[in-house]
């Protein structure tokens, strides 16, 4: 696939241009998740508001940190607990297939998008990216464009809250990608 010598980096969005997403309902199903996870370590009422205010703050996050260390400082702090307990939690819960049955549930491939990156893929000559906003880690993007039918090696890069400052919205996101 032959393009425009200067142009090597394709940016795709994940929702809404890779894969439809039903977000507000599985907003639900990842916070259920999220409380079980911190249900060893906190009140699930306590827990849950924190965590409701610690993401609503993250999506007006403009800096210094990442959105994973603010997210993790602010529920560790409500919650009385180290910042590393909270983060290693949500680590926890992101790589243990505990997610899988909401994503699968809610997440369905563009299928013309789906077959316009497997050519980009297979022909070569370009780095594809997924910019999608970074409000939940790498590691969540990555597995919610598997489970949509993205194989992990298309994309040489997907971004995640643990390298972000901000939103989309923000200019820094751009300047950060």
């Known amino acids: 696939m032959d393009g425009p010598q200067n142009i090597r980096v394709l940016l795709w969005d994940l929702d809404g241009t890779l894969a439809c997403w039903e977000s507000m309902r599985v907003v ?4 259920s998740v999220h409380l079980g996870f911190l249900r060893s370590v906190a009140n699930p009422l306590q827990a849950g508001l924190a965590s409701a205010r610690a993401f609503i703050r ?4 403009d800096g210094p940190f ?3 260390l603010l997210y993790s400082h602010l529920l560790g702090r409500s919650l009385g607990l180290p910042h590393e307990s ?3 939690l949500t680590r926890q819960m992101t790589t243990s297939g505990s997610l899988d049955p909401a994503i699968r549930r809610f997440i369905r491939p563009v299928a013309e998008a789906l077959l316009l990156v497997r050519r980009v893929h297979e022909h070569g000559g370009f780095r594809q ?3 999608t906003n970074p409000v939940m880690p790498e590691e969540f993007n990555r ?3 598997e ?3 993205f ?3 298309w994309f040489d890069f997907v971004t995640g809250s643990e390298s972000f400052t901000g939103q989309k919205r923000n200019v820094r996101f751009f300047h950060d990608l």
Not at 58 to 61: A, G, M, P, Q, S
């Open 151 to 153: 194989p992990r090696e």
């Open 66 to 68: 990442p959105n994973d």
């Open 147 to 149: 489970l949509a039918g």
């Open 129 to 131: 990216i997924v910019a």
């Open 58 to 61: 993250i999506l007006k996050n």
């Open 86 to 88: 909270v983060a290693e």
């Open 28 to 31: 639900l199903e990842v916070a």
């Open 143 to 145: 597995r919610r464009l």
